[in-house]
């Protein structure tokens, strides 16, 4: 996952991925092809030190939308290993908005955190209108981590009930349990908003596609294999929701396996409209490790969609 895409939950659901599916626009995709590798050998960098595969982290923040650089491939800061200020900055945002201790290293726990399956979505940490750490509701004094895509894109008021269908289903997961999953995923979502969904044959009478795919799809996000970026998304009124084939996925997820309806559930926030929250608890949170389960939507993820689309 940032399609005009934004959540790879990392595996986000780094899914999370997306998704910069940070500014998604139609149903073609603007890539960044961001390397993303485990990044244990730069432990310990720090501004003014110069190591191999730093240009892997920036592209990797400049991904998930650490960095506000125009033009990826003649921006030389992007493509070499020195470790300069923009870096630090981009990483202090980093780990502010995985609330992480904001060093402006590549520490472990913020390498760890790089390192997690998540979606391919972008956290679009810049937007000026993320909510986070602010926003009161009456005397409860409710705080709110959820974010919207740049320019708060939403489906119109009077398209309510959406219409999905599914691509290619390829991968360890069988068809009916893909579907199943997905079937469950909207249920979740219509429950708490104005959404009606409803599977149909016909990708021309759809307002949501959901496909299986591997490696350079043609989207522009080419996914990456087994780990990192699980799946990504494109906000409203795009409305393609692709997950990376080679993912160990399943209903019933081991500790090994990625559970799709989890992923499912992430992803439709997206195409609904919702950035990823800062809030770990969170279905829109980026991040979803092998063997997790998020099923249930949190109480940030309703006031996210509450927010973008108010309740009459």
Not at 73 to 79: Q, R, Y
Not at 118 to 137: I, M, S
Not at 241 to 253: I, K, M, R, T, Y
């Amino acid at each position: 996952m940032a399609p005009r895409i934004s959540c790879s939950v990392v595996s986000i659901l780094v899914l999370f991925l997306a998704v910069q599916p940070s500014t998604i626009n139609s149903r073609s995709l603007r890539s960044t092809k961001p390397s993303l590798t485990s990044f244990q050998s730069l432990e310990g960098a720090l501004k003014g030190q110069t190591k191999q595969g730093i240009k892997e982290v920036k592209r990797y923040l400049k991904a998930f939308g650490y960095f506000n650089y125009e033009d990826d491939e003649n921006d030389a800061a992007l493509m070499d290993d020195k470790f300069d200020e923009a870096l630090e900055r981009a990483i202090k945002s980093y780990q502010k908005f995985y609330r992480l201790q904001v060093t402006g290293k590549l520490d472990v726990d913020t390498v760890k955190q790089m390192s997690a399956t998540r979606c391919g979505v972008p956290d679009v940490v810049h937007h000026r209108h993320a909510k986070r750490n602010a926003g009161k509701h009456s005397k409860f004094h409710i705080v709110v981590r959820y974010t919207f895509f740049p320019g708060d894109p939403k489906w119109p008021t009077s398209q309510t009930n959406l219409k999905y269908t599914f691509g290619p289903i390829i991968g360890k997961a069988p068809p009916s349990d893909v579907k199943e999953a997905c079937r469950k995923a909207f249920q979740s979502w219509s429950s708490v908003s104005q959404f009606k969904f409803e599977e149909v044959q016909s990708e021309d009478s759809a307002n949501i596609v959901i496909g299986f795919y591997q490696g350079d799809h043609g989207d522009g996000y080419p996914f990456d294999g087994v780990g990192n970026i699980l799946a990504h998304a494109s906000s409203p009124t795009s409305g393609l929701l692709h997950f990376d084939a080679d993912e160990p996925w399943s209903a019933s997820p081991s500790a090994s396996d990625v559970d799709l309806e989890s992923v499912a559930l992430h992803e439709i926030g997206h195409v609904l409209g919702l950035g990823h929250s800062t809030d770990q608890n969170a279905v829109m949170f980026a991040v979803l490790t092998n063997g997790a389960v998020k099923r249930d939507l949190r109480q940030d993820d309703i006031n996210g969609i509450h927010a973008l689309y108010p309740r009459k």
